[in-house]
């Protein structure tokens, strides 16, 4: 059974970092695109980052410069490192991965998603 498991969330003032894991079990997704949205209250889900089965990384212009997605195939695991964190980063946050294709983007569909972990940015 195919699962992801994220963490690392937590509370953070502002201008503070955190760093989210996305451990992946029941099958290798080292050749698998994978990314992160993020959901704020009363939002719709948004793309955050996405990295490439080339390892090539895209990110939202909200968080371009700040966040730094990357990944450790040995480990299955995926990690969002997040700087200089705003109140506006406030959301959960959900790690996902598609099974097919080489790209992660803000149109791909995952096949899996996490169940996500909470990010409260204080100001």
């Known amino acids: 059974q195919v699962q992801l498991v994220e963490s690392g969330g937590g509370l953070v003032q502002a201008g503070g970092s955190l760093r989210l894991s996305c451990a992946a079990s029941g099958r290798s997704f080292g050749n698998s695109p994978m990314g992160w949205f993020r959901q704020a209250p009363g939002k719709e889900r948004e793309f955050v980052a996405g990295?490439?089965?080339?390892?090539?990384?895209n990110y939202a212009d909200s968080v371009k410069g700040r966040f730094t997605i990357s990944r450790d195939n040995a480990q299955n695991t995926m990690y969002l490192q997040m700087d200089n964190l705003k109140p506006d980063d406030t959301a959960v946050y959900y790690c996902a991965v598609r099974l097919t294709g080489s790209v992660f983007v803000a149109s791909t569909k995952p096949d899996y998603w996490g169940q996500g972990t909470q990010v409260t940015v204080s100001s």
């Open positions: 990295i490439f089965r080339s390892g090539t990384t």
